[in-house]
């Protein structure tokens, strides 16, 4: 591992699809254990981010390390140390589930085929029927098993929850749990299921149309971005004063309500200082958070 | 062992949850003193959480003095012992109570009103401990 205790880090990196900058200057790091949530809303370069970590795009600007080394240059027996599990769960759908077993275990020299048989017991994925027969739901429980029954140190996952059912998608945090358990793994998935990221995650980075907006334990930002709702003596103003750490104001009903991050007795003496008052405080959960990061600003009205 | 509810779609945090669940709990008296909790990863797997989230729960609730750890044998309700003076319990109580009716008056909450929900409340707590015992 790199000497800052990063499994990852991406450094100012830039990535241009023509025009478009699907990354734009993005430095981000995934530490050492735990679970990091890179999240987004679709096209924000959630999946973009992820391909230049497994080396499969070069950044047009900046750079990405991976395991100590630049992402474009991972020796093959570290490469063995990531396990990936992808958008769409690309799997020869030809095979039977049992030779995509044997065909993964070939490629690995750490492959724990006694876990992979439990793992698709637990999923009720029958042994014998080939991929193209499966269940979207059973493919992703597939490419889950015998991507992590090799026992990577790191494992990238990519939506893994797309496609599963409420059941599935429980049993399937269920094997993240028992993941998360083994000391010193790290993980990093991204996903739209955020109720399911505040089960697992330690740490987000939430990217913003290839900008990244937050990056910070999961607790902080739970604990550090609220809602305040303030009253102002007379009528409301048309504009709001800045207030530090502001991340969204709207006006509604003739009142504002703002959405911050900081400690809240500074954001309460900030709220005064622009000669409002504090009304109401409310906690907002990790859906909300994204929410109010994320949503294009109506004009206000 | 009761069972504790976690609902990540909560505004509070889920340690946060489980810590007053946990509370309420001994508070019920569905849990008594001496009693073990399961282990971070049982809970862990249990409550289907990351299991940093249950062990920073657990060192909330060991500094609060809800519970105790014993090295090896696990986490246990902490016997009542009055560690608080008098003094801090009544520092406390009106705290708590503060915050309630600050919140409350806006409402518009009348004196009997918020008395009768003081004594309805403390009567479901004494009602759930007489249930559960």
């Known amino acids: ?301 | 062992m009761p069972i504790f509810r976690v609902d990540p779609s909560r505004g509070e945090p889920p340690f946060q949850q489980l810590v007053d669940a946990v509370k309420r709990a001994v508070a019920t008296g569905a849990l008594s003193p001496g009693d073990r909790l399961p282990s971070v990863r049982d809970l862990a797997r249990e409550l289907v959480l990351n299991p940093n989230t249950i062990a920073k729960a657990f060192r909330e609730l060991e500094s609060e003095g809800v519970t105790v750890s014993r090295p090896g044998a696990g986490t246990f309700v902490a016997e009542r012992r009055p560690t608080m003076s008098r003094e801090e319990r009544r520092r406390r109580l009106e705290e708590g109570f503060e915050a309630v009716l600050t919140e409350a008056v806006p409402w518009g909450a009348t004196d009997e009103e918020t008395r009768k929900a003081f004594e309805d409340a403390m009567a479901r707590l004494r009602g759930a401990k007489g249930g559960g015992s």
């Open chain 1, 1 to 301: 591992m790199s000497a800052q205790g990063n499994v990852a880090r991406w450094d100012r990196v830039t990535v241009c699809f023509g025009t478009h900058r699907a990354l734009d200057g993005a430095s981000f790091a995934v530490p050492v254990g735990g679970v990091t949530a890179l999240l987004g809303r679709n096209g924000a370069g959630k999946t973009t981010a992820i391909r230049t970590l497994l080396g499969l795009l070069a950044p047009t600007r900046g750079s990405v390390e991976v395991l100590g080394h630049d992402a474009l240059a991972v020796p093959p027996a570290l490469r063995a140390r990531i396990g990936y599990v992808g958008e769409g769960h690309p799997l020869p759908r030809w095979m039977k589930v049992k030779d995509v077993v044997a065909y993964q275990a070939s490629g690995f020299p750490t492959f724990d085929r006694a876990q992979c048989t439990r793992w698709l017991e637990r999923f009720d994925v029958p042994r014998t029927r080939r991929v193209m027969q499966l269940s979207r739901g059973m493919r992703a429980q597939l490419a889950l098993a015998v991507a992590l029954a090799p026992r990577p140190d790191f494992v990238v996952m990519d939506d893994p929850a797309l496609g599963l059912d409420t059941v599935a998608r429980r049993e399937f945090l269920e094997v993240m749990i028992d993941l998360i358990q083994e000391e010193g793994r790290t993980l990093l998935l991204t996903s739209h299921v955020l109720t399911d990221v505040e089960r697992v995650a330690d740490r987000v980075v939430l990217l913003d149309r290839g900008v990244v907006r937050v990056d910070a334990p999961l607790d902080d930002v739970r604990r550090l971005v609220r809602r305040y709702e303030l009253v102002h003596a007379g009528v409301p103003p048309e504009t709001l004063e800045p207030i530090a750490g502001l991340v969204r104001a709207r006006r509604r009903h003739g009142r504002w309500t703002v959405t911050v991050r900081g400690e809240e007795a500074a954001v309460v003496a900030a709220v005064r200082a622009t000669g409002a008052e504090v009304a109401g405080v409310e906690p907002l959960s990790l859906e909300d958070v994204f929410v109010e990061y994320t949503t294009r600003e109506e004009v206000l009205s």
